[in-house]
């Protein structure tokens, strides 16, 4: 099957910084989200992203489908961006949802 | 909030006894989804359904059944639970192939 790896498993940043997380993926996908799970274990969508870039507030990605990964950017990090950023994806040509999950980064902000 | 709750929300039972986990939708959405969340593995699919009566297995069905009688309701049974299926439990729909999840199901099994 597809495997997904992130990079890197953990981080730890000052209040204020910039940070790139890293989703490598082993085959061609459709379909590639990321999501954060806060410190209470609520899971929230962030990005449907099987290609290009989009950006909401101090979030953006990249997805380079041609190449294999996609990069998530937080910049100015707050201390509620903590949490772990999972990548998730569906192969090619899937169209039902069926994601596979990366292992997850966890962030933690410090103040 | 795409309306998604999950009951109960948490639960402790004994090896051996049958455990059934709900999924409840308020929009209509087709696709529904559980997954299981340990930790080292992430989140992994458990079964999914494409519609009422639709469903079909994913990456860790064994020991797990699902049923769907109503477009709003997934339910999720543990026929005779054993400690490996001691996990947090997530339903989630798709909406526009964009997946939302509900809060979650702590499932302790003794």
């Known amino acids: 099957g597809i495997q997904v790896e992130q990079s890197p498993p953990d981080l730890i940043l000052q209040e204020g910084a910039n940070s790139t997380l890293r989703c490598n993926f082993s085959?061609?996908?459709?379909?590639l989200q990321w999501f954060h799970q806060n410190p209470w274990g609520q899971l929230i969508n962030l990005f449907y992203?099987?290609?290009g870039t989009k950006q909401n507030g101090r979030l953006s990605a990249t997805t380079v489908a041609t190449e294999r990964y996609s990069l998530l950017y937080i910049s100015s990090s707050q201390t509620t961006d903590s949490g772990v950023y999972f990548c998730?994806?569906?192969?090619?040509?899937?169209?039902?949802?069926?994601?596979?999950f990366g292992q997850g980064t966890t962030l933690q902000v410090k103040p | 909030d795409a309306g998604i709750t999950q009951s109960p929300r948490h639960k402790v039972t004994e090896t051996g006894t049958p455990v059934t986990l709900r999924c409840h939708q308020t929009?209509?959405?087709?696709?529904m989804y559980w997954y299981r969340q340990d930790p080292g593995h992430g989140l992994r699919l458990i079964h999914y359904?494409?519609?009422?009566?639709?469903?079909d297995k994913g990456e860790v069905s064994d020991g797990y059944s699902v049923s769907r009688s109503k477009t709003e309701d997934f339910l999720l049974t543990l026929e005779s639970a054993t400690s490996s299926q001691t996990s947090v439990y997530f339903c989630?729909?798709?909406?526009?192939?964009?997946?939302?999840f509900g809060p979650g199901t702590r499932l302790l099994v003794l």
């Open positions: 929009e209509n959405h087709r696709y």
């Open positions: 085959d061609s996908v459709n379909n």
């Open positions: 992203i099987p290609s």
């Open positions: 989630a729909i798709s909406e526009q192939e964009t997946q939302y």
């Open positions: 998730a994806v569906e192969r090619t040509p899937g169209n039902t949802g069926k994601l596979i």
């Open positions: 359904s494409y519609g009422v009566k639709d469903t």
